[in-house]
């Protein structure tokens, strides 16, 4: 079985300083790596989503990610965040022949200070 | 509009009594699934459909209930709640097959209390 593992719980950040969320992911086979995020009082949207191809994914609002596969690593990095990244964000991991069966890390609260 | 819709949004029972969260989409969406999310757990899965009666547990099914009579519906049955179950629910709906690794959309949101 696959996990997934959000290394940090919250992540305080100036705004326009660049950001880091970092993801770490365990399975013996290949996957689907995504991000999601999460606003306040909102249901989840994708972010961004790694299938194949290119390591390096863009996504909306300026966000991309790099798959990492020998460090089995899918960090999400902006750089130059706004108030209105502050959001909660997933990083979710999926079997290849299952793309919706998703498994989430435990989640990173993005805080972005004036 | 493409999305799902859940309801109630806000739930506040009392252990032991029945309740149901509905959950709808309008994208003829062959996949649906329920998960729930409490801190620093992030979402686990539930109960998930591939498609009308054809139902599965996912990592944390004790407790709840589904049916899927319909495409576009997906009840979340709870027969005895309890405080245990007092979390935030959000239902899914995505492709199945070929299209199975494009987007899940994700309803509003459910936040249940179980007194």
């Known amino acids: 079985a696959q996990s997934v593992t959000q290394l940090d719980s919250q992540v305080p950040v100036f705004e326009e300083a660049p950001v880091e969320l970092r993801c770490n992911y365990s399975?013996?086979?290949?996957?689907?790596l995504f991000w999601y995020v999460q606003y306040p009082n909102q249901g989840l949207q994708l972010l961004l989503k790694?299938?194949?191809?290119?390591?390096l994914v863009k996504g909306i609002n300026g966000f991309e990610a790099e798959f990492n596969k020998s460090q089995t690593s899918f960090h999400l990095r902006k750089p130059s965040v706004h108030i209105s990244d502050t959001a909660e964000y997933f990083c979710a991991v999926s079997l290849n022949n299952a793309g919706n069966m998703l498994t989430f890390g435990g989640g990173t609260r993005l805080m972005v200070k004036p | 509009e493409a999305q799902v819709t859940q309801n109630p949004r806000y739930l506040i029972t009392v252990t032991g009594k029945k309740l149901t969260v509905t959950c709808s989409q309008n994208?003829?969406?062959?996949?649906m699934s329920w998960y729930r999310q409490d801190p620093g757990l992030g979402l686990r899965q539930i109960y998930y459909?591939?498609?009308?009666?054809?139902?599965d547990k996912g990592d944390v099914p004790e407790g709840y209930k589904v049916s899927r009579k319909e495409k576009r519906n997906f009840p979340l049955i709870l027969e005895s709640p309890s405080p245990n179950q007092t979390s935030l629910y959000f239902c899914?709906?995505?492709?199945?097959?070929?299209?199975?690794?494009?987007?899940?959309?994700f309803g509003p949101g459910t936040r249940l209390t179980v007194l």
């Open positions: 399975s013996s086979v290949s996957v689907y």
């Open positions: 899914a709906s995505s492709y199945w097959g070929d299209r199975a690794a494009e987007e899940q959309f």
């Open positions: 790694y299938l194949s191809g290119s390591t």
């Open positions: 459909s591939m498609n009308v009666e054809v139902t």
């Open positions: 994208m003829n969406h062959e996949y």
